[in-house]
């Protein structure tokens, strides 16, 4: 069982650079999300969607975009990286919404923006 | 504003028996989880409550009480592989999930 994969694990990019992340679940979930995670922080939202062709904000979705064209596929988007967007981005699925619905994650996408 | 607060780091000794708190602040409760996180790794899931009381699941157990904004991880007969993050998080009234910074729990020999 795959469950929830990223791709890349790891980026270097340089200041105002862009780059895709893609995160892949095979578990048919209807929501996906995308979080950060920084040293000393909880896991912050940056966008999620409620199935295929939905998309919504979350709590720190400035300087990304998202697009879920596929229901297996979510992609994150920074179009001109910023040293503050150095971090490790977890995508997450999951059945249901979260009243109860437990989230599964992908291994992490760890970028560095000099 | 949003809080979930838990202790920054802890020791334990294998074998033993170890707490971990979480109080929450939060507008609203829709439920809370309780994830691993093992370093360089994702979150896994642990447990989720909902109702006040006690939910044992082998040699862990998490405890809610809602009136006190409460919650805790018991981690039982403690193993060496026990040694990581573990991540309180709390379903708001707007079905947002608002994450602690998390619990780095060290295992002595």
């Known amino acids: 069982n795959a469950g929830v994969t990223q791709t890349p694990k790891f980026r270097v990019l340089k200041t105002g650079q862009s780059m895709t992340l893609l995160c892949a679940q095979d578990?048919?979930?209807?929501?996906m999300y995308w979080y950060r995670q920084d040293p000393g922080m909880g896991l912050r939202l940056i966008h999620y969607?409620?199935?295929?062709?939905?998309?919504a904000k979350g709590e720190v979705p400035d300087g990304y975009n998202v697009s879920r064209l596929k229901k297996q596929n979510f992609l994150l988007g920074l179009e001109s990286a910023a040293p503050s967007q150095t971090s490790v981005y977890f995508c997450?699925?999951?059945?249901?919404?979260?009243?109860?619905?437990?989230?599964?994650f992908g291994e992490g996408s760890r970028l560095t923006v000099l | 504003g949003q809080n979930i607060d838990q202790p920054t780091e802890m020791t334990a000794t294998e074998g033993a028996i170890v707490q971990i708190n979480c109080t929450y602040q939060?507008?609203?409760?829709?439920?809370l989880f309780w994830y691993q996180q093992h370093a360089g790794e994702a979150p896994t899931f642990l447990s989720y409550?909902?109702l006040d009381g006690l939910e044992e699941k082998g040699r862990f157990s998490s405890f809610l009480s809602r009136s006190k904004g409460y919650s805790y991880l018991l981690l039982k007969e403690l193993q060496m592989k026990d040694s990581a993050s573990y991540l309180c998080?709390?379903?708001?009234?707007?079905?947002?999930?608002?994450w602690g910074a998390g619990t780095k729990l060290i295992i002595k020999p």
């Open positions: 998080a709390v379903v708001d009234s707007n079905y947002q999930l608002i």
């Open positions: 997450a699925s999951s059945r249901e919404g979260l009243e109860g619905g437990e989230l599964f």
């Open positions: 939060t507008s609203g409760f829709n439920g």
């Open positions: 969607s409620v199935g295929e062709g939905t998309t």
């Open positions: 578990m048919n979930h209807e929501y």
């Open positions: 409550n909902v």
